[in-house]
């Protein structure tokens, strides 16, 4: 299987420099802020869904039937990827709580929801360049 991550990383680069231009936005640019703040969560949204693509065709290489792995939700593909240590068991956990998040934001878009999603975004990224660098060895160890 011959894939990469650079779509990922490149979403990851994207939330990253959103959430610097966030930090540095005073007060008094309401829009620019709003701006920058949509793209972090529309980053966030990207790269989450691209994540758990990758994962599902990472774990692909475990699976006696590619077609299980297909079937699987993506709590499940989580929780997979636990299985075979593409996450460990905190990992998961957020994982877990990143995509609760993802699907809350179909729903909910008060302040209170915007401000829980970025206080989730550090970690997040933090989370995102990891997992893109075990997907990576296990598409290389592939190859």
Do not use: C
């Amino acid at each position: 299987m011959s894939l990469n991550v650079e779509h990922l990383l490149r979403t990851a680069a994207t939330l990253e420099q959103a959430i610097t231009a966030i930090r540095q936005q005073d007060s008094s640019n309401e829009i620019l802020y709003d701006l920058y703040r949509n793209a972090a969560i529309k980053s966030f949204e990207l790269s989450l869904e691209t994540a758990g693509k990758l994962l599902r065709k990472s774990l692909k290489a475990y699976a006696a039937s590619p077609r299980s792995v297909d079937a699987l939700v993506f709590y499940d593909v989580l929780r997979h990827a636990g299985k075979h240590a593409l996450l460990d068991a905190d990992e998961v956990e957020r994982w877990l709580s990143y995509r609760s998040n993802r699907n809350n934001s179909a729903h909910d878009y008060g302040e209170a929801f915007v401000n829980e999603t970025l206080a989730l975004l550090p970690n997040y990224l933090t989370d995102v360049r990891m997992l893109a660098t075990r997907i990576q060895a296990v598409f290389d160890a592939q190859a």
